[in-house]
């Protein structure tokens, strides 16, 4: 199993900020996803992260929009730029280990 | 690519009666199956999975699920529901490579009394 944290658990945020948002696993991985859960909707891959290398965007998805860092096997940041309402959405980081763990997730609301 | 589609958005069942969800999946390389629930402001969690082995894959909360590859389905069975199965429910699939999922649509199900 995996014990996943995320800060903030939530926020509201200006258009126009960033917002960057934290995932702690308690022991090391090598593969981390970010995901996307849009308001009454499923979840979408926005990308993965492995450590030492560059994170791989999904289509739709952009570094410049979604930067994603992996500084180590235990933590990775996804920082939400510029925002705008349509960034509203809840935001989970998720680790495999035969299966993927999820953390609780970040609630984004853009005003 | 891999998609996954739940023909299903909403299921309405009365509690005790059995429910089936139904979860289809397309790809061209092989796959790993799971079913996910989440529950009201809550986050994911895993009912079960099917990697390899026994096609039929028992979970928790009484769920199971038939990995059935000619149909490319994966529906979730419950011979007996409870009002607290009231959730969404989430199929997925991973290539067993690259192991990022791709999640179908939801299929929202809600037990009455």
């Known amino acids: 199993s995996a014990v996943i944290s995320q800060k903030p658990s939530r926020d509201i945020c200006q258009r126009g900020t960033s917002l960057t948002i934290q995932c702690q696993v308690d022991?090391?991985?090598?593969?981390m996803f970010w995901y996307r859960q849009q308001p009454g909707q499923s979840l979408t891959l926005i990308a993965t992260?492995?450590?030492?290398?560059?994170?791989?965007?999904e289509s739709g998805f952009v570094i410049d929009k979604f930067p994603i860092s992996r500084p180590n096997l235990t933590f990775s940041t996804l920082t939400v730029s510029n925002m705008s309402p349509e960034d509203s959405s809840i935001y989970l980081c998720?680790?495999?280990?035969?299966?993927?763990?999820f953390g609780p997730g970040t609630r984004l609301t853009v005003l | 690519a891999q998609s996954v589609t739940q023909l299903d958005s909403q299921v309405p069942v009365f509690e005790e009666a059995p429910v089936e969800l139904r979860c289809n999946y397309s790809?061209?390389?092989?796959?790993?199956l799971f079913w996910y629930v989440q529950y009201p402001n809550q986050g994911l969690q895993l009912l079960l999975k099917y990697l390899s082995g026994s096609t039929l894959v028992k979970g928790i909360n009484g769920f199971e699920a038939e990995f059935n590859k000619s149909q490319t389905s994966f529906h979730l069975r419950k011979p007996s529901v409870h009002i607290s199965d009231t959730a969404e429910y989430f199929c997925?699939?991973?290539?067993?490579?690259?192991?990022?999922?791709?999640f179908g649509s939801g299929t929202r199900l809600q037990v009455q009394p």
């Open positions: 992260a492995n450590q030492g290398s560059e994170a791989t965007y």
């Open positions: 998720s680790v495999d280990r035969n299966e993927q763990f």
């Open positions: 997925a699939v991973a290539d067993t490579g690259r192991r990022a999922l791709t």
């Open positions: 790809s061209s390389v092989s796959v790993y």
């Open positions: 022991s090391q991985v090598t593969m």
